[in-house]
Each structure stands twice: as structure tokens, then as C-alpha cells.
């Protein structure tokens, strides 16, 4: 089966992003994947730092989270915009998970192979879109493959249902598609090599 890691890279109480996320998340569940969403708030991480890196080692959150993202094929990412980039805590969790545990172990183990599908919302009319541009950047500089196909949401603040759907159907049916798609990419990986 199929296994996607899905998180925000807010962790607002009430995230726009989350509430994006989770309508991905219930496309690529009805495509047959088994979805992992985790709150990064239960993976408290100190800012990326050599020094302490070097002398306490990868701290225990981290290499938590990196055991997670081992396990999982795909990505589901939604990630608010700060001043056209993703937020720092986005960032930062990237970085620690990005880091070796080992000396032999291969550079940027857990994000080999990896898809993801990324998407964004904002209050504002841009509906995140430069700040998933630099995200594209830094996942390809991971070495993980998005997916051409993107959902910004902008006006996010009156774009929800109390249900959890958006009002704008089509925008609903693209955040559904893309949890699909990403899953059928997987599976097409999987029948390929297999």
C-alpha cells in the first residue's frame, strides 16, 4: 500500500493550510493510500545549528520524524507564505531531517525517492504562490520530485465551509485531485519497479 506523510508548515490553531491539507489528504485516502498527518507541534525542534548538532547530536524529535519519513513514499505539503518564502518552521524541520545520523549513511537519506504534492493558502489574493516556488527549490535540492500541479488558495479566511469544503467546488475538486495524483504516480513507481 501506498504511504504518504502529510503536514502543514503552520501550526496555527484554526490553519488555513491544515484545512487545505485535509482535503488533499481525503483525496489521496479515497485513491487508496494510507495517509500519515502529523502536527509539527508534536515535534518541537531547536533552530538548525552546527555547533549543537556537533555536540548534543540529532536532537530525538528530529530523528523521530526522520524514522516517520523513511517509511512513507509520498509527501503532501501545505505551507503558509511569509514574505514570499515557506515559513521557518517548515524550513527548519527540513533541514534536521536532512542531516546524517551516521557516518556512512547516504546524504539526505529520508527525502531519497521521495514525491510530493504541495499546495498553500492565504488570506491574501496571491494565495501563497511565491512562497511555493522557493519550497519547489528546496525540495528539489532534497532530491524530491513535486508534482507539476500545485492548489493556492487565496482569500483563504471566507474560502471554507463549517464542513471543512470550499465554497469554490473547482478548487475543492483540485485539492482532491491532487491527493489522487499523487498516489497514482506512487503506484505507477511501485508497478514499475517491481
Same mark, same amino acid.
Given at each position: 500500500?501506498?504511504?504518504?506523510?502529510?503536514?502543514? &508548515?503552520?501550526?496555527?490553531?484554526?490553519?488555513?493550510?491544515?484545512?487545505?491539507?485535509?482535503?488533499? $489528504?481525503?483525496?489521496?485516502?479515497?485513491?487508496?493510500?494510507?495517509?500519515?498527518?502529523?502536527?509539527? #507541534?508534536?515535534?518541537? +525542534?531547536?533552530?538548525? #545549528?552546527?555547533?549543537?548538532?556537533?555536540?548534543? &547530536? %540529532?536532537?530525538?524529535?528530529?530523528? $523521530?520524524?526522520?524514522?516517520?519519513?523513511?517509511?512513507?513514499?509520498? =509527501?503532501?505539503?501545505?505551507?503558509? @507564505?511569509? #514574505? &514570499?518564502?515557506?515559513?521557518?518552521?517548515?524550513?527548519? *524541520? =527540513?533541514?534536521?531531517?536532512?542531516? !546524517?545520523?551516521? @557516518?556512512? @549513511?547516504?546524504?539526505? %537519506?529520508?527525502?531519497?525517492?521521495?514525491?510530493a504534492a504541495v499546495m498553500a493558502a492565504s488570506p491574501g489574493a496571491g494565495g501563497g504562490t511565491r512562497g511555493l516556488q522557493v519550497l519547489r527549490i528546496l525540495?528539489?535540492?532534497?532530491?524530491?520530485?513535486?508534482?507539476? #500541479? !500545485? $492548489?493556492?488558495? &487565496?482569500?483563504?479566511?471566507?474560502?471554507?465551509?463549517?464542513?471543512?469544503?470550499?465554497?469554490?467546488? @473547482? +478548487?475543492?475538486?483540485?485539492?482532491?485531485? =491532487?491527493?489522487?495524483? =499523487?498516489?497514482?504516480? +506512487?503506484?505507477?513507481? $511501485? *508497478?514499475?519497479?517491481?
Amino acid at each position: 500500500m501506498i504511504k504518504i506523510l502529510a503536514l502543514s &508548515g503552520s501550526t496555527r490553531s484554526g490553519s488555513f493550510n491544515q484545512r487545505l491539507l485535509d482535503i488533499a $489528504v481525503t483525496g489521496a485516502r479515497h485513491a487508496g493510500a494510507e495517509v500519515t498527518v502529523i502536527d509539527l #507541534n508534536d515535534y518541537p +525542534l531547536p533552530l538548525y #545549528n552546527q555547533d549543537l548538532e556537533y555536540s548534543e &547530536g %540529532m536532537p530525538e524529535q528530529a530523528a $523521530v520524524l526522520k524514522k516517520l519519513m523513511l517509511s512513507h513514499s509520498g =509527501l503532501l505539503i501545505a505551507s503558509p @507564505e511569509y #514574505n &514570499g518564502f515557506p515559513t521557518p518552521l517548515l524550513k527548519n *524541520t =527540513l533541514d534536521w531531517l536532512s542531516r !546524517q545520523q551516521a @557516518e556512512h @549513511e547516504p546524504p539526505m %537519506m529520508a527525502f531519497k525517492g521521495k514525491v510530493a504534492a504541495v499546495m498553500a493558502a492565504s488570506p491574501g489574493a496571491g494565495g501563497g504562490t511565491r512562497g511555493l516556488q522557493v519550497l519547489r527549490i528546496l525540495l528539489q535540492n532534497l532530491g524530491v520530485m513535486a508534482l507539476p #500541479n !500545485q $492548489v493556492t488558495l &487565496g482569500q483563504a479566511a471566507t474560502a471554507f465551509r463549517e464542513d471543512g469544503r470550499l465554497h469554490n467546488d @473547482e +478548487l475543492q475538486r483540485s485539492a482532491l485531485l =491532487l491527493g489522487e495524483e =499523487l498516489v497514482n504516480l +506512487l503506484e505507477k513507481q $511501485v *508497478t514499475r519497479f517491481d
